[in-house]
Structure formats: structure tokens, C-alpha cells
């Protein structure tokens, strides 16, 4: 299978841009062609993204506060933490995928609903009682 | 602030094809412009994912066994499971973001790790002890 | 109501009533002894706690529905199960310690709010708005 | 080492010792008094014990580092707190109990499984490999 629009050819490695459309077409295809889809029920990958989400809390679990960056992290630990990001990510997707919905979609639209919910506070509309902690 | 490459012109509403790099920028500018960058420490957003991990969680906890595509829900339920799904990622991507990492590469990478994994199974390598379980 | 107290004389084995003060007791002995102390942090044991949460959770992620009492499971599985379900309950503890509250006391006083808050239905007082979906 | 028993004539407020077989006995009667028993299959379970931890997160989540015994936190913060603490053992309890299980037994068995697992350091078995990462 050829997967169109990598056009970051010329550009530094790490700039690709990869969508949520891109990472639901390939799952959908490596789960198939593995016979896999039939364990993906709604509450079996919502269990396996609470299990991955597990993995990813214990790469954290004993550091102490982790100042911007992870300084004085190895390249091993980044890439350990890189990996268990993307499968909470993928069991995200597919998760969103099999209830049909478009998650990309719904990740815009709750930003727009969240700015509109947490209007930008400027001099003239100070309001101190706003704190992420309401951010919901 | 303007998005360019919304060159979905004409499609259906639905298609637009959204990229984590999108998400990631939107997400800098509404936590910059609200001051809320100094709240945005790994283990915090670590500790905001897992609330909203767990706020998925309540949506699918008193249902049983639910199909694909959320047969009988209604239209209030499968907004609120967006809006948990949104959260999950936001949370992620600003995870990844303050940690310094590019998700969408490293969720691309893990696939094609897996697909070396978990070759595909055909009558001729056919290999029973592969299954899911192991997908980590 | 009458709660017996924990003298299971007599009793089938297997009903040696623990008590989490003693949980307690022994997880401080077994910290303290190894020099462990130090890393148990409120978050650090909270995201240790959500690592085990993330551990049962895979036990039960790929299994479809489970009936009640485990049925076809085999003693590997269900002793794997019992080890996730006390990891959980050994952090539990020391993190309820560490913040220096009482987890046992606190557990009855939230039954008996949850009595309160979600009176038991009788033929006269039958209300159908009440469900555990709403028992926070 | 000895565990003194339950009965704590003479000490101090908030050391009566709950047990969980209490706990097991009285959230057994508060759902089957409710009608609530058809709804605790071992995976709805699980999930509500995943939104209890979520919400256990959420109180952390914007912290920072907290120090031990809460300092600066108002009484509030500390009930509810205790509030979360509890709803993550509650379900904890049922889990268990649904699965046929005697958590209390399990979590000092596995107490005394790790307590083999990583011995006591002293100056004469130093090994420096151990730590608390590998605790599972």
C-alpha cells in the first residue's frame, strides 16, 4: 500500500506532519490483515488504552517532578516514553474508529468549544476565577 | 489566527483530515495566550490525561459489552464520548509537546515496529502463538 | 446491622480477615527496612498506583465480557489477578499514609454518605431517576 | 514480627481498624438492598474503578509536587481527597468480590512475595541493582 502526500521531501526528518486519517488507515489495514479486528470491541481497546496509559504513568512513576524537555533523560528513556505515548495514541484512534467517530474532528471542535469556554483574559476582563483546574 | 491547508474544499464536512501538528499548534497558541504554559509541567498534563482517561471510562462503565459503532446510543452520549476522546488526545499531544517529542512520527514509527513484530499471519507462516495479547 | 468482628474461629480457611491498618504496618516495615521511603511521594505513589491500574486492566482488555466469579479461567490467571488487584491496593495504602489519612475510616464514612445519598427504593418511595451511574 | 490485633482500646481517635471483609460485607448489602448487583460484572467494575483513579488524578493534577502529609492543603481539600481514596478502594472491594477473590489474603501474599523478591540490603548483600522501579 502507498501512502500519498509525503511530501516532506527535502525537509528535516522530523517535520513530517502526520494526520489522524494517516494513523486510522494504517491501523485499519495492519488489523486487518492480521485478523485482528475482531477483538477490537469499544471496551476491549478502552481497556487496552488504560493499560498503555499504565505503561506510560510508570515510565514517570518514581522521577519526581520532570522539568520541560526531560533533561538528563537517555536516549533510551525518550525513546521508551515516545513509544508508549504512540500506543496510547493508536489505541486512541482505533478507539475512536470503531465507535465511528471522527476524532480529529472532535479534537478541533473541543478546542474551538474550550476557547470560547475560557475566554482570553486581557486587562479589561480580568477574571481571577479562572484556573485550567475547571479546564473540563 | 488563520489555518492555511483547509483544502478541503467541497468535501463533505466529516473528511476534513485534521494532523497532530495542527492540533499541537493550536493547543500552544490557546495555553499561551491564557498563561497557562507554567501549569503545563509532564507530570501534570501526565496527571490531567489520566483524569480524562478516566472520564472516558465512566462514559462505557455501566454498559456491558458495547458494539462497534455504539448501536442505541444516542446523540447526547456520542457527543460526550467525542468530547472524552478530545480530552485524551489534547492532553497527549501536550504531553509530547512539552516533553519535546513529535507524536505523530514516533505513533508512525510504532506501527511499522509493529507490523515487524507481528508479521502477518499466511497459510504458509502461519503462526498460532501470535495474538494481540503481545501487541505492546 | 451487626458487623461480626474479626475472630473467624472456626471458620474455612481463606477468611483471615485483613485489616488495612495492618496493610499498613506492613507495607511501612517493608519501606522502611529497604530505604524505599524516599521515592513514596504523594504523585510519585498515585502514578505507581495508575502503572497498576494500567497492569489490571490488560488482564481484562482482550476477554470480551467476563462473567461473574471468573468462569474458564485458569489458576495461572486468576493468581495473576489477585497480584494485580493487591498491587493496586498496596498503593492505595501507602498513598492514603504518605498523605496521612485514613483509608479505612474514610472508606466506611463514604458508604455511609453513598446510604445516604442513594436511599434504598421501596414499593413508596420508588425512584426511577436513581442508578449507579450516578454514584460519585 | 508481630502485628498487634485490631483491638485498640485507648488509642487515639481515627484508629479504629476496618478490615476489608467489613468493607466486602457492608458494600455487599448496599447493592443488593439497591438493586445494584446487576450491574457489577467484573469489567463495569474495572471501569468504574478507572474513573474513581481518574478522579483521584484530577485533585493532583495541577499541583506540582506534593508534599508528604499535604502541607498547605485545607480540610476540604483533604475530605475530598479521602472521598477518592475511598470510591478507588470501594470498587477495588467489589472487583475482587465479583471475581471470587479474597483481596485482603492476596495483598499480604504479595507483600511477603516482595519482601523475598527484594531482600533486605544490609552491608553485607549490598546490591545496588535494586530499586524501587522493579517493584512489580
Known amino acids: 500500500m502507498e501512502y500519498p502526500n509525503n511530501?516532506?521531501?527535502?525537509?528535516?526528518?522530523?517535520?513530517?506532519?502526520?494526520?489522524l486519517h494517516e494513523l486510522s488507515t494504517r491501523l485499519a489495514e495492519f488489523s486487518q490483515v492480521r485478523g485482528w479486528d475482531q477483538y477490537h470491541s469499544p471496551r476491549n481497546l478502552l481497556l487496552a488504552l488504560v493499560?498503555?496509559?499504565g505503561e506510560l504513568s510508570e515510565i514517570f512513576q518514581w522521577?519526581?517532578?520532570v522539568g520541560k524537555g526531560l533533561p538528563n533523560w537517555s536516549s533510551a528513556e525518550k525513546e521508551h516514553l515516545e513509544e508508549e505515548l504512540s500506543d496510547v495514541l493508536l489505541y486512541l484512534?482505533?478507539?475512536?474508529?470503531?465507535?465511528?467517530?471522527d476524532l480529529g474532528q472532535a479534537a478541533l471542535a473541543k478546542i474551538i468549544k474550550n476557547a470560547i469556554k475560557y475566554p482570553v483574559i486581557t486587562p479589561h476582563n480580568n477574571d481571577h476565577s479562572q484556573n485550567p483546574t475547571n479546564s473540563k
Request: aromatic share 0%.
Open 7 to 19: 511530501d516532506n521531501n527535502g525537509l528535516p526528518r522530523a517535520t513530517r506532519d502526520v494526520s
Open 93 to 101: 484512534v482505533l478507539l475512536a474508529d470503531v465507535c465511528g467517530l
Open 51 to 53: 493499560g498503555e496509559v
Open 63 to 65: 522521577k519526581g517532578e
